[in-house]
């Protein structure tokens, strides 16, 4: 009897567990993400673009040590807010062939690498547009529909987390490098104009079925370590000026996220900027247990001065959980988990 009463005990215990792991899983049905290099898991490896990450060493520390077309060393935000929320660890990108409807159901990525809200960031590099990863999302609802049927289609948009991470191309590679924006806009200018295309995007998404956002502004790109490489005036330090354009644009980012929660009806946008934790790390990496913040693990350094990493640079570090950046524009896996895990318990908060 007493072999019977402990295994009913043990039975009620893993009941428990189940349930408690049941109840943290499936906040969302997908996550749905639009945007640059900082969330693209792939869809640059399969159109006209220089821009790409799809080779040795990016992905050395993914699962299997293979190159995905992330600009990373490993996951990217929205694969660990993925896990977060109960689904898949990985989102797939919505070009690549390997994937189908079925993968895409509870979760896709339609983001571009060097894109912007401007249409002229885009064709610096021949990117995908932001209102064409728009096109491929209609595309995207009409294979689910198939798939899933209408009725549940309908759930999966409406109560998708979707995830907006984009604008530092918009300075870094358009405004503050070609004079066709600079010419005519002063840089407060410049913002209110891409405020305008993100409402404008954002609305057209509301107007497509999407309720739920997570809205990322700027990080601290002045002290991203191609800037500081080139920062000889300042010694080699944060470009003060391109952080406080930071923080003005994603003040009036949330100022629009504001707007639009009063004025679309079951609307929900959440400001997750993460400019603060991420500045918080440039400024104390020691506290979160890095030891290179200045330059990169690969791609960038005193005297090596190239935008991404290459196959042939015998600069890559040996471990690149040291470093705060992996390449001149992007954070390392370490730094994105950290990001990553400041912002999901707001997400959570909000949308589970």
Known sequence: MAFTYISAGLLILALSLTQGSI????????????????????????????????????GRDFE???????????????????????????????????????????????????????????????????????????????????????????????EALYIVSLGTNDFLENYYIFPQRRAH???????????????????????????KFSLTGLPPMGCLP?????????HHDCVEEYNNVALEFNGKLSSLAIKLNRELPGIRILDA?????????????????FEVVEKACCATGTYEMSYLCSQRSPFTCEDAS???????????????????DYVTPLLLANFA
């Open 23 to 58: 109840l943290v899983k499936a906040k969302v049905p997908a996550v749905i993400v639009f945007g640059d290099s900082s969330v693209d898991t792939g869809n640059n490896n399969v159109i006209a673009t220089v821009l790409k990450s799809n080779f040795h060493p990016y």
């Open 64 to 158: 299997g040590g293979r190159p995905t077309g992330r600009f990373c060393n490993g996951r990217v935000p929205p694969d660990f807010i993925s896990e977060a929320f109960g689904l898949k660890p990985t989102i797939p990108a919505y070009l690549d062939p390997a994937y189908n409807i079925s993968d895409f159901a509870s979760g896709v990525c339609f983001a571009s690498a060097g894109t912007g809200y401007d249409i002229v960031t885009s064709s610096v590099l021949n990117v995908i547009p932001l209102l064409k990863e728009l096109e491929y999302f209609q595309d995207y609802q009409n294979k689910l529909r198939a798939y899933v049927g209408e009725a549940k289609a309908k759930e999966i948009v409406t």
């Open 185 to 211: 806009l002063s840089p407060t200018q410049f913002q209110d104009f891409l405020i305008g295309l993100a409402e404008n995007f954002l609305r057209k998404l509301y107007n497509l079925g999407a309720r």
């Open 226 to 234: 191609l800037e500081r490489t080139t920062n000889f005036p300042g």
């Open 273 to 289: 900027e993460a400019f603060k934790i991420f500045d918080q790390i440039i400024r104390k990496p020691d506290a979160y247990g």
């Open 322 to 340: 040291k470093y705060v950046f992996w390449d001149a524009f992007h954070p390392t896996e370490k730094t994105n988990k950290i990001i990553s």
